[in-house]
């Protein structure tokens, strides 16, 4: 009698469990893979979306289609409401439960309010694409109500376009903005001036970029204010409703010393806050493995939960650790190219296993980092073998693009990527200006074709 395959559930379809899967296309396993959405989304650029640079579907493939090759592999599109690794079972919302012998849990993250999840109504962060949808309308329907403002006090209250928090996904947007206003709305109202846009940057530490290099972080900061962007260091949000938020950090005139101050904004995006997805809590409930205060599981050297070595926990989720020889073991940084390494790393492991072979600590190879900033303006901070390389200003901008249209899903993602972005090198517009619903009856629920 023939023995069944492995069966290898992947819950997940960001870039820790498309590498997963991918890594397993050829294995004598079962695959299914278990999303949300339907879609791969490509997040570096999702502010992209909610900025009108990129359409949806330039930075998103259907996950079917992705893997329609790839016999191996089953797709259900389903939320994950409980996982019981005693059990080898996942259970579904709609009550179905899939039994594995494998677990690869890739939930990714979601957002963070630091205990204010009210927050939220009023200053939407930045993880789907129904998060950039709701951006992009916030922001460009803020002009919209200015522009038929009689009062100028309120008129100027929704021209003030905040982002809290100085990490890429901020700088990156709130340089949209700043181009959004001095560029691509030139000339396209009668009553209000779109130059007249107070774009703020409001970060609790005491530079912009924090992971990066001081040097870079400082040009960084020289390139937003370039843009006419009003960057507030050391300053932390205490409050944010309909009418703007409260702030406690330096005067904004200088006067020595803390104080609170409020700033009036019809239009505030949060990018502060990281926090994993709700699975590990559940992990925790299980299992008793611990968790960070981003709720992030703390796994083995081999991405493996303690105690249940048939369960790989990657990418957002886990707080894992880089085991290179000769260094002290580092934490894996919470991007892109990690998540992909530990999706390869915990296939590799699976197969290491089912051959009945130790399995190995995960290294991670560290690239560096980049973060645009605007019309060419980016840093890159490069980890190459005879050191790092770090530059900024215009060829840092075309490095970026580059790098980003590379890793891109699918040649037509790449060309309607590099179509737009031309088209906007040249003459700053944003093609994906198109928002649905109306000023009185928004649209919560809305996709692109």
Not at 60 to 67: E, K, Q
Request: proline share 6%; aromatic share 8%.
């Amino acid at each position: 009698m023939t023995q069944p395959r492995p069966h290898v559930v992947i819950i997940g379809g960001g870039f820790g469990g498309l590498e997963a899967a991918k890594s397993l296309a050829k294995a004598p396993v079962d695959i299914t893979l278990i999303d949300k959405t339907n879609h791969h989304l490509f997040q570096p650029l999702l502010y992209q979306v909610a900025t009108a640079g990129l359409a949806a579907p330039a930075i998103a493939a259907p996950t079917r289609s992705l893997f329609r090759h790839q016999a191996n592999l089953t797709t259900l599109l389903a939320e994950v409401v409980d996982i019981n690794p005693q059990d080898k079972k996942v259970h579904l919302s709609d009550g179905t439960a899939l039994v594995f012998d494998h677990l690869i849990v890739a939930a990714g993250a979601t957002h963070s309010y630091f205990g204010h999840d009210e927050w939220s109504a009023f200053a939407p962060g930045l993880k789907t694409l129904e998060d950039a949808f709701e951006i992009r309308r916030k922001v460009l329907f803020a002009f919209e109500s200015a522009e038929k403002e009689p009062d100028p006090e309120k008129r100027q209250n929704w021209l003030t376009l905040c982002v809290i928090g100085a990490g890429p996904t901020g700088v990156e947007m709130a340089g949209a903005f700043a181009e959004i206003a001095r560029q691509t709305l030139v000339g396209e109202f009668r009553r209000i001036n779109p130059h007249d846009a107070r774009i703020l940057l409001i970060e609790g530490g005491p530079r912009v970029l924090q992971a990066m290099p001081e040097t870079l972080s400082q040009k960084a900061l020289q390139q937003l204010q370039k843009l006419g962007v009003e960057v507030r260091l050391n300053a932390i949000v205490t409050g944010i409703d309909a009418t703007g938020l409260q702030v406690r950090g330096p005067a904004p005139a200088g006067v020595v010393g803390t104080v609170d101050y409020r700033i009036a904004s019809q239009c505030v995006v949060w990018a502060a806050g990281v926090a994993a997805s709700g699975l590990g809590r559940v992990l925790a409930q299980h299992t008793g493995c611990q968790t960070d205060r981003a709720g992030r599981v703390v796994v083995n050297a081999d991405l493996t939960l303690p105690g249940y070595a048939h369960v790989s926990v990657i990418g957002d989720l886990a707080a894992a650790m880089s085991h290179r020889p000769g260094k002290p073991p580092a934490p894996v940084p919470g991007v892109s190219p990690g998540a992909k390494q530990m999706g390869r790393w915990a296939a590799r492991n699976i197969l290491h296993r089912i051959a009945g072979e130790p399995t190995q600590a995960f290294r991670y190879a560290d690239y560096g980092n980049l973060a645009t900033i605007g019309h060419n303006s980016a840093v890159v901070d490069l980890s190459t073998p005879f050191g790092p390389l770090r530059f900024s200003g215009r060829w840092a901008w075309w490095f970026w693009l580059l790098a980003h249209i590379y890793f891109l899903i699918g040649f037509r993602n790449r060309l309607v990527v590099l179509m737009d972005w031309g088209s906007a090198y040249l003459s700053f517009s944003r093609n994906a200006r198109v928002v649905a619903g109306t000023l009185d009856k928004p649209v919560t629920h809305v996709g692109e074709s």
